[in-house]
């Protein structure tokens, strides 16, 4: 049996990891990609609006199945993708990122040809898509044995985008080797420790816990990357520390669990007490690298003495100025699973309080309407999006129902990325339903995905937060911009001018409006889009203490 093409089997051998939807915009240099996937039985062709939000979609899928593919057209179409993979390689998303090429034969001549900058010069693109992923490949039919492993091995172990480039001509030439037979992504071991350096770490860190009185944890979303929610949920039962989630580690553990604290945002914590428990504790574990980032600090407002934290990342684990190297984070829980003290569980953390309903059905809808009853809605088994911008402030601080995940990009933050995701999401999450919270400001950017969802019989609940304006601007500038303002678009009729006509679809105004179409929602079996009409007084202009905390462009006054 002659052994397969190039691109048949890379194809093939990214399904082996259990990846089964791929996500793309055709293109003539990467047809002979197309053609693979199409004939592959495995894979299911994922035709998108566009390569940007090909690129969110396999962004939202990756956070939920493991693994992503995407694929793009020479030049055009992988410049196109590249904020998206970014953003991927900011949250840690193994996507490969497969990108037909002009053939060889061109190239060594030196003929111009279209999606080029009209000089002869090949290959001048592929610096440019290879620093959005941690390691690349241009595959010939000597190395692709090889060099397919070595991407595989090295997007998984470090849980970052991959650019894997197939030139036309090599792309229909049959490998040279022994094929690999691979392995589902959730039995891959991603790295492997040191015994010497695992050993020491372990001890270190057993015997903190040991003389520790009152100990947090902090996990991060790294750990659901790894596939490691399971060994957490075993760790945190087993210990029973109280633990708080970042705004970015928001729904990588249940929020329904007696243990859980709240939101740890440094002085925006939610409830605020959970700042105190936190920065109090005599130990605080950070279990897979928590981001230091602006948004997930509170403005750099935590404070926790380096001396009483203990950082485990993806290969190394620190306490102060000791460091231990190359130790895999999973080989390390495994160890604390087994050695760890048993504490009591008791903390001092106040109850969360169940959301307040407020509101007569006549009374015009705010934001105080909406979220509570939001956080009513969500039931086990969903999955909740939260776009970047004045909702992932109120969602954020939303303790969310036992079993109810949630994937949010407060890190790389490029609005208009929620659309597509929640379509990555929905398409991994066949259990639940994906919930998405958007803006007007982001949903223009990215509503052509709707009629791919509609193509796709995907069943979202979408809810669009119209003020007219990019909200999340108008707070961190002042009123009355007109660079902030939106064109007017009636939402609620985009889902039948998409193609998705079977779809729930209403415009509501007031509180008796979005209750309704909740209860219509709940009473049926469709896509929802509900349009929600929020005033643009609400998005009020932040003091300037906070604005300057933000972005520190102010001269500091001498003390």
Known sequence: MPNPTVVEYLVRRLSDLGIDKVFGVPGDYSFPIDDAIEVCPTLDWIGCANELNAAYAADGYARRKGAAILTTTYGVG?????????????????????????????????????????DGVYGNFESLSAAACCVSALLTPDNAVHEIERVIREALRQSAPAYIVIPMDHARMSIVGAPVTGAPLASIKRQ??????????????????????????????????????????????????????????????SEGHPNYLGMYNGDRSSPLAV?????????????????????????????????????????????????????????????????????????????????????????????????????????????????????????????LPDGVGCETQTLWGSIGWATPAAMGVALANT?????????????????????????????????????????????LSERGHEYDNLATLEYHLLPKAMGCADWLSRRVTTVGELEAALAAIEAGDSAAYIEVMIPESESQPLPQEIIDQIYKFRTPHAT
């Open 431 to 475: 259990a639940g339903r994906t919930v998405i919270v958007t803006g007007d400001g982001s949903h223009q950017m990215t509503f052509n995905e709707l009629a791919v969802m509609g193509r796709y019989n995907l069943k979202p609940v979408i809810f669009v937060l119209n003020n007219g304006i990019y909200g999340i601007e108008d707070v």
């Open 192 to 253: 492997s420790s040191a015994a010497i350096e695992l050993d020491g770490a372990l001890k270190a860190v057993i015997a903190r816990l040991k003389a520790a009185k009152n100990p947090v944890v902090l996990p991060s979303a790294m750990l659901a990357r790894y596939g490691l929610r399971d060994k957490l949920k075993t760790f945190l039962d087993k210990t029973r520390i109280p633990y708080a989630t970042t705004p970015m580690d928001k729904g990588v553990v």
């Open 78 to 118: 992988e410049l196109s993708a590249l904020n998206g993979v970014m953003g991927a390689k900011a949250h840690r998303l193994p996507i490969f990122h497969l990108v037909g090429a002009p053939s060889r034969r061109i190239a060594h001549q030196r003929l111009i040809t279209h999606h080029t900058l009209g």
């Open 275 to 399: 700042r105190d428990i936190v920065q109090n504790a005599d130990l605080i574990l950070d279990l897979g690298g928590i981001v230091l980032e602006d948004l997930n600090t509170g403005l750099w407002s935590n404070v926790i003495p380096s001396e009483r934290m203990i950082s485990i990342h993806n290969s190394m684990v620190q306490l102060g100025a000791t460091v231990f190297s190359h130790v895999a984070i999973e080989d390390l829980i495994d160890g604390l699973i087994e050695q760890s003290p048993v504490f009591s569980g008791k903390t001092d953390a106040p109850q969360h309080e169940p959301p307040t309903i407020s509101g007569a059905a006549d009374d015009e809808l705010g934001s105080a309407h909406f979220y509570p009853r939001l956080q009513r809605f969500l039931r086990s088994g969903d999955v909740l999006v939260i776009e970047t911008g004045t909702c992932m402030f109120h969602l954020g601080a939303a303790k």
